[in-house]
């Protein structure tokens, strides 16, 4: 199985913030990459696929970049809905595996 | 509007047996491959099971395979998962979500349900 590292494991940042995320796989998966959001107690949210095309309706402040083995997701401006927990997943091969999750909280 | 609905979840004991519903709605549902996706109390994501569009392929998790198997009814537009000899690592929130795409070619999750809770107990 395909193996999906997340850093941070968690970060603090306020509103107005640029903040990034890495996440890396231990195999090349090419541009196969989904980032997902998730609030507590709800379920997850597609943001991007294909490592770089933002998913319908999702603001222009994320964006993800990055192919192979190393992908970043950024926001650009951290609004204060944004504050959640994000997660890589590789969409490269059976069986699909997400990264750990990166929590975004409030500084 | 586009959503999912799952039910069928509860508690279980130890060895027991539950058969997971999702009924779709808003959109085509024999167009999309689904996945059923759970999350452990305090954990992350798990990918549990995969199915293409008209069920001609499934894929299962290697930690449900042999207890657990995925099926849909496309007259029904439902999604299921029968899960078998369960156990205590069975425990969580169990999500169907839809993919993109029809055949698995990609595992891009679009659309999520509420999740429906699953935990085994005695």
């Known amino acids: 199985d395909i193996q999906m590292t997340q850093s941070p494991s968690s970060v603090s940042a306020s509103v107005g913030d640029r903040v990034t995320i890495t996440c890396r796989a231990s195999?090349?998966?090419?541009?196969?990459l989904a980032w997902y959001q998730q609030k507590p107690g709800k379920a997850p949210k597609l943001l991007i696929y294909?490592?770089?095309n933002l998913h319908g309706g999702v603001p222009s402040r994320f964006s993800g970049s990055g192919s192979g083995t190393h992908f970043t997701l950024t926001i650009s401006s951290l609004q204060p809905e944004d504050f959640a927990t994000y997660y890589c997943q590789q969409a490269n091969s059976f069986p699909p595996t997400f990264g750990q999750g990166t929590k975004v909280d409030i500084k | 509007q586009v959503q999912l609905v799952e039910s069928g979840g509860g508690v279980v004991q130890p060895g027991g047996s539950l058969r997971l519903s999702c009924v779709a709605s808003g959109f085509t549902f024999n167009n999309h491959a689904m996945h059923w996706v759970r999350q452990a109390p305090g954990k992350g994501l798990e990918w549990v099971a995969a199915?293409?569009?008209?069920?001609?392929?499934?894929f299962h998790a290697d930690s449900v395979t042999g207890r657990s198997t995925i099926s849909r009814d496309n007259s029904k537009k439902t999604l299921y998962l029968q899960m078998n000899s369960l156990t205590a690592e069975d425990t969580a929130v169990y999500y169907c979500?839809?993919?993109?795409?029809?055949?698995?070619?990609?595992?891009?999750?679009?659309?999520w349900g509420k999740g429906t809770p699953v935990t085994v107990s005695s």
């Open positions: 294909a490592a770089s």
């Open positions: 979500a839809r993919d993109r795409d029809h055949l698995l070619r990609f595992f891009y999750m679009d659309i």
């Open positions: 195999q090349g998966i090419s541009n196969w």
């Open positions: 199915i293409s569009h008209d069920g001609s392929n499934k």
